[in-house]
Nanobody, 124 residues
């Protein structure tokens, strides 16, 4: 079973930046896994944010395109989410997840491994 641990969340003013990290353990084949970021705001469903597959192809939700960037370091078994030009609507708990294959899932139910989440709060 893959264990995922997110870090890097915090409180930031609108227009600011944060970089989230997600470290994977128990994943000897991490380089073959696709990794996704999701977020969940209070009272809302968990939503897709970004995905990177094993070939470093990236996919983003329309709401974050041009502002967020996903990347990975296979030597460190870590995936990152660089978040720029943050807005209050980005406030949420951010989760990383994998379903153990390269492709992106069609929704949260497809994913078998989740981190505990890290809170991002953007003040106006």
């Amino acid at each position: 079973q893959v264990q995922l641990v997110e870090s890097g969340g915090g409180l930031v003013q609108a227009g600011g930046s944060l970089r989230l990290s997600c470290a994977a353990s128990g994943a000897t084949l991490f380089r073959l896994y696709g990794m996704s970021w999701f977020r969940q705001a209070p009272g809302k469903e968990r939503e897709f944010v970004a995905h990177i597959d094993r070939s470093n192809n990236m996919d983003y939700a329309d709401s974050v395109k041009g502002r967020f960037s996903i990347s990975r370091d296979n030597a460190k078994n870590t995936v990152y989410l660089q978040m720029n030009s943050l807005i209050p609507d980005d406030t949420a708990v951010y989760y990383c997840a994998t379903k153990g294959t390269s492709g992106r899932g069609s929704g949260p139910a497809d994913y078998s491994s989740w981190g505990q989440g890290t809170q991002v709060t953007v003040s106006s």
